[in-house]
């Protein structure tokens, strides 16, 4: 998934993990659900570190749910490998957004796998769809300089 062209509703942000010997298969590479298990953790990331922390959400009564994902993997990831997950969130709509990942192989830069994530803003007691509270929407904001 080449970078977009079009504007980016938020900045974008990195998280780096290193892969564990939990994380590999039999076929000696990481099992692809760990890419799930990042992608998840760098959104979980990105949202603490703009102020959204999951308890401040269920403090609000507010979340976001997955829709869909959609991974393309490219090459595996070995033992040891230092591992930066950029992501962003490409678009913001009324009740959904849509968050990418690119995977990169921390030393060379290497792409190994890029992702995309539909999400959906729910009531958490009642998991209907409800519209996204605008302090979210301004905390993902780009900062413009």
């Keep these: 998934m080449p970078q977009s062209t079009v504007r980016r509703y938020s900045d974008e942000?990195?998280?780096?993990?290193?892969?564990?010997?939990?994380?590999?298969?039999?076929m000696d590479h990481v099992n692809n659900l760990q890419y799930l298990r990042w992608t998840l953790r760098a959104a979980v990331a990105h949202s603490s570190h703009v102020g959204w922390t999951p308890d401040r959400y269920r403090d609000a009564g507010f979340g976001f749910i997955v829709r869909s994902h959609h991974i393309k993997y490219r090459v595996p990831a070995v033992l040891n490998d230092s591992v930066v997950i950029k992501t962003?969130?490409?678009?913001?709509?009324?009740?959904?957004?849509?968050?990418?990942?690119l995977i990169l192989r921390e030393s060379d830069q290497t792409q190994l796998a890029?992702?995309?994530t539909n999400w959906v803003f729910v009531n958490l007691k009642t998991l209907e769809l409800t519209r996204i509270l605008d302090d979210?929407?301004?905390?993902?904001?780009?900062?413009?300089s």
Excluded: C, H, M
């Excluded at 942000?13 to 039999?26: C, P, T």
């Excluded at 962003?88 to 990942?101: G, T």
């Excluded at 979210?136 to 413009?144: D, G, L, M």
């Design 136 to 144: 979210i929407k301004t905390a993902f904001r780009p900062n413009v």
């Design 88 to 101: 962003w969130i490409e678009s913001l709509e009324k009740v959904s957004s849509v968050r990418r990942y």
């Design 114 to 116: 890029t992702a995309e």
């Design 13 to 26: 942000f990195e998280y780096r993990l290193v892969v564990d010997s939990e994380e590999i298969d039999e």
